[in-house]
């Protein structure tokens, strides 16, 4: 089948890509490269020995994206383009709500027009907000904290009312946990632009000497060691969820929703010291006060992505660390030139 992958340059997105070249399906890329590089796509055909379209293309241009619709028969779409700080979010919703929700309008209205009502939506965890207990199941209420996650919630909302106003529609929302890590090579990782928000990322450059500490925000939560918990997911695993779910839905009309994590709950000290392990010495860290919007503990209930499709992580968080030093050590400007 041929796949577009919005925001297929980006971190999960370049990886997925891998997946399904490998997978033998052809892909066509549309990413603005707003937070990406294009040598991402030049490295996935590297290793995939075989070559992807790219479309440098916006998805709030309307008419470019149906240029590109119009060029390729497109069977399926992966849809991961999209902003995703949380910070930047509150600062610039406007911004956010454009982007993310009118970008998505767009790419809904030329897939329609082209007849393509196959799609993978790229949620996150973050819609289940903090009213919810552990572990997350996809049937909960939800209701995102801020102006990011709630692009999510809205963009699902659109989406499970397309599906039930037209039952031609085949629609997947992937509500992922925290990824990270990186392919085995080294070759494709995640590279974020200035200073990370995340904490794998946040501890690489650290251990690559681009940072002096990691803070850790709070040590006095109820948890096991006093820090959040949160549930790691490898993004090769991730990436395989993807194939999976377009497979599924390819033939099965509706909207589907499944959460994509390990189901287990890891603190900041069980990371920080997996990452130790890779790099093979300590690193300098401080306790600091709590992040705002922190929640002690998310992790998933991921049994309805096994029984659906067969589909569950296998990867540790040692290899999720070690696959992630692989790639910051070969590469310590991320795909810039040294
Ligand atoms: P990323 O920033 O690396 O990739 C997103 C890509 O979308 C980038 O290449 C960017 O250039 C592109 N893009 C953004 N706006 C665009 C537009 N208007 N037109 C065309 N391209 C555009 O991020 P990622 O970590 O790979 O995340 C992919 C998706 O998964 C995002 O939607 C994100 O919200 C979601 N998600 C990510 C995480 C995470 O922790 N990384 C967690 C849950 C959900
Ligand atoms: C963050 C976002 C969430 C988003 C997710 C994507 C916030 C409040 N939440 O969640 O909406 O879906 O990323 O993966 O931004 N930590 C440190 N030091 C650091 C960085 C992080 O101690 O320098 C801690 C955090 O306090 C947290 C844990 O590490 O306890 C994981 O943080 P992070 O990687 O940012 O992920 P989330 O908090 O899950």
Not at 41 to 67: C, K, M, S
Not at 80 to 99: C, D, I, M, T, W
Not at 263 to 286: M, N, Q, Y
Not at 295 to 315: E, H, I, Q, R, V
Request: net charge negative.
């Amino acid at each position: 089948m041929k796949v577009l992958v919005t925001g297929g340059t980006g971190y999960i997105g370049s990886h997925t890509v891998l997946c399904l070249l490998q997978a033998g399906h052809d892909v066509v890329v549309v990413d603005n490269l707003v937070n990406s590089s294009r040598e991402s796509l030049n490295r996935v055909q590297e290793l995939a020995g075989r070559n992807v379209v790219f479309a440098h293309t916006d998805l709030l241009d309307e008419a470019a994206l149906t240029a590109v619709f119009d060029q390729h028969a497109v069977g399926a779409v992966i849809h991961f383009a999209g902003l995703k700080a949380v910070g930047e979010s509150v600062q610039q919703p406007l911004r956010y709500y454009h982007n993310n929700v009118t970008g998505t309008i767009n790419l809904l209205r030329v897939m329609d027009a082209h007849d393509v009502r196959t799609l993978v939506f790229s949620s996150s965890a973050t819609v289940y907000g903090g009213n919810n207990a552990v572990p997350y199941v996809e049937k909960m209420d939800i209701g995102a904290d801020n102006p990011y996650g709630r692009t999510k919630e809205q963009i699902e909302d659109i989406l499970s009312d397309i599906g039930a106003a037209d039952s031609r529609w085949h629609i997947a929302l992937l509500r992922y946990f925290n990824p990270v890590g990186a392919h085995e090579s080294g070759r494709i990782g995640e590279d974020p632009l200035g200073i990370p928000n995340n904490l794998v990322p946040f501890i690489a450059q650290v251990a690559v000497g681009r940072r002096e500490k990691l803070m850790i925000f709070g040590g006095d939560y109820d948890t096991p060691d006093g820090t959040c918990l949160r549930d790691y997911i490898h993004v090769m695993d991730l990436s395989e969820g993807h194939v999976a779910a377009v497979d599924y839905v390819a033939s099965r009309a509706g909207v589907f929703r499944w959460n994509l994590g390990s189901g287990i709950g890891s603190s900041v000290f069980d990371v920080l010291h997996a990452f130790e392990r890779a790099v093979g010495h300590t690193l300098p860290s401080e306790l600091a006060p709590r992040r705002d919007g922190d929640l002690p503990a998310f992790w998933a209930d991921p049994s309805a992505a096994l029984a659906d499709l067969s589909w569950s992580t296998s990867k540790s968080l040692d290899e999720m660390c070690q696959d992630h030093w692989r790639w910051q050590k070969n590469n310590p400007n991320g795909y810039a030139a040294p």
